[in-house]
């Protein structure tokens, strides 16, 4: 079980999340599910997770240094929908890359995700994501 929380207040957005990961009953460990980007005075933005860790991993490695064709990532993002636009396509990227061989194993693809934050100029936005497909 994990738990992650994001609100937007009126004085700004809270983040808060777990980091204990359970693989079993004698298999407890702890891995950071917040990944923050941030660049002081332009953007801060927030991703946590929860579900496989290994798609999570993929997932936040994608935003992180995911640039397109056109230049765009989520440091030139210039709103939190863009960003979330191309939070999305690292998504659908894992999931066409890892999913059928997932499958095989008998694995789901399985993640959740909240993601917010705010671009210099624009309104503070937290969005949550679930996204689960059953083979």
Not at 94 to 104: G, I, N
Not at 123 to 130: D, E, G
Request: proline letters at 1%; glycine letters at 8%; aromatic letters at 8%.
């Amino acid at each position: 079980m994990t738990y992650c929380i994001g609100m937007r207040l009126d004085a700004g957005l809270v983040f808060l999340s777990d980091s204990r990961t359970n693989a079993g009953v004698d298999q407890v460990g702890t891995f950071r599910k917040m990944s923050v980007f941030e660049n002081p005075g332009d953007r801060t933005m927030v991703l946590m997770t929860a579900g496989n860790l290994s798609i999570s991993q993929s997932i936040r490695q994608l935003v992180s240094d995911h640039v397109d064709a056109k230049g765009n990532s989520i440091w030139t993002a210039a709103n939190m929908y863009e960003a979330a636009r191309i939070l999305g396509e690292a998504v659908r990227t894992v999931y066409h890359r890892d999913a059928k061989s997932l499958s095989e194993f008998g694995i789901d693809f399985n993640v959740s995700l909240i993601f917010g934050g705010q671009i210099k100029g624009s309104v503070a936005v937290c969005s949550r994501f679930i996204l689960l497909v059953i083979s």
